[in-house]
Nanobody, 113 residues
Framework: QVQLVESGGGLVQAGGSLKLSCTAS???????VAWYRQGSGQQREFVAG???????NYATSVQGRFTIYRDNVKNAVYLQMNSLKPEDTALYSCNVGHPLNSWGQGIQVTVSS
């Protein structure tokens, strides 16, 4: 099973930026990838994704602030997060779709006001 390792989380002040990375143990070329998040006491929600045809889509709450992109050579997907808000605080997880169907372990992002 493909292994996904996330990095880049941490504590940042409101208005700041972070870049999350998710590196896969095998090629993710041609496979949909996405970032999800789960705040404390909340359900996991979709944040951003890249389809197998390289189309990007975003949750309304992050549109214009977050950017998802992938590097198929490095087997990685990134989430650049700008203008962070306290409500962005959550555990962020990357996901790769069919046929790998795998989740990363998650990484904490905390935005202080």
């Amino acid at each position: 099973q493909v292994q996904l390792v996330e990095s880049g989380g941490g504590l940042v002040q409101a208005g700041g930026s972070l870049k999350l990375s998710c590196t896969a143990s095998e090629s993710i070329f041609g496979i949909a990838v996405a970032w999800y998040r789960q705040g404390s006491g909340q359900q996991r929600e979709f944040v951003a994704g890249v389809t197998r045809n390289e189309m990007k889509n975003y949750a309304t709450s992050v549109q214009g602030r977050f950017t998802i992109y992938r590097d198929n050579v490095k087997n990685a997907v990134y989430l650049q997060m700008n203008s962070l808000k306290p409500e962005d605080t959550a555990l962020y997880s990357c996901n790769v779709g069919h046929p790998l169907n795998s989740w990363g372990q998650g990484i904490q992002v905390t935005v202080s006001s």
